[in-house]
């Protein structure tokens, strides 16, 4: 079974600075995705990012970047230079490299301050 | 090019009660999918299709029933709703390896 940990209820950061968001994972399968979405409070899934675990390199999509330690199964989620419209509930997820039978974790709400 | 599209918005039912939530997609994805949302928690799999005529159970598949008749629509049936089933529920379809969501169903069960 795959599980997937977000420690953090909560997350504050300061307008045009950087913030982590950290997603932890576990499963057996050597094969599989790891993707953040993003739920404004207006309720839709906005997909962000996805990093397929024999991927080299670390994934990036524009403000986005994900921090994937294999080793230490994270699968962090940088948003730099945050803006006011970041604030929102964020959710990391794995499944197949498909994109197929996501397990989403608890989420994290990120509150960007002016 | 509509996306990924939902009816209804917004269902309220009393216990007992069956209804379809609806899903559509017009870009023939193959792979779609229904999740849940409850309160504080992220989406759970209920059930999807990797095809016309192809469904399997996800994680929490009791009281749901689905069908996948054409590539477009991929209805989810609640044969006698409960109160456990007050939830979001979203629909999804797969493009390359990333699922995209519909903008969701909130369903609330007397």
């Known amino acids: 079974a795959q599980k997937i940990t977000q420690t953090q209820p909560g997350m504050f950061v300061q307008e045009k600075e950087a913030v982590t968001l950290d997603c932890t994972y576990d499963?057996?399968?050597?094969?599989?995705?790891l993707f953040w979405y993003k739920q404004p409070s207006s309720g839709e899934m906005i997909f962000l990012i996805y990093?397929?675990?024999?991927?080299?390199q670390n994934a990036t999509e524009g403000r986005y970047s994900l921090n994937f330690q294999k080793a230490r199964k994270s699968a962090n989620l940088v948003i730099s230079a945050s803006q006011l419209g970041d604030s929102a509930m964020y959710f990391c997820?794995?499944?197949?490299?498909?994109?197929?039978?996501?397990?989403f974790g608890e989420g994290t709400q990120l509150t960007v301050n002016p | 090019n509509a996306g990924v599209t939902q009816t209804p918005k917004f269902q309220v039912l009393k216990t007992g009660q069956s209804m379809t939530l609806q899903c559509a997609q017009d870009?023939?994805?193959?792979?779609m999918s229904w999740y849940r949302q409850d309160p504080g928690m992220g989406l759970r799999l209920i059930h999807y299709?990797?095809?016309?005529?192809?469904?399997d159970q996800g994680e929490v598949p009791n009281g749901y029933n689905v069908s996948r008749s054409t590539t477009e629509d991929f209805p989810l049936r609640l044969l006698s709703a409960a109160p456990s089933q007050t939830s979001v529920y979203f629909c999804?379809?797969?493009?390359?390896?990333?699922?995209?969501f519909g903008p969701g169903t909130r369903l609330l069960v007397l």
């Open positions: 999804a379809s797969r493009v390359g390896g990333t699922q995209y």
């Open positions: 499963t057996s399968d050597p094969s599989y995705g």
């Open positions: 990093q397929g675990s024999y991927d080299q």
């Open positions: 997820a794995m499944g197949e490299t498909s994109g197929s039978r996501l397990t």
């Open positions: 870009m023939n994805h193959e792979y």
């Open positions: 299709s990797v095809g016309a005529g192809i469904t």
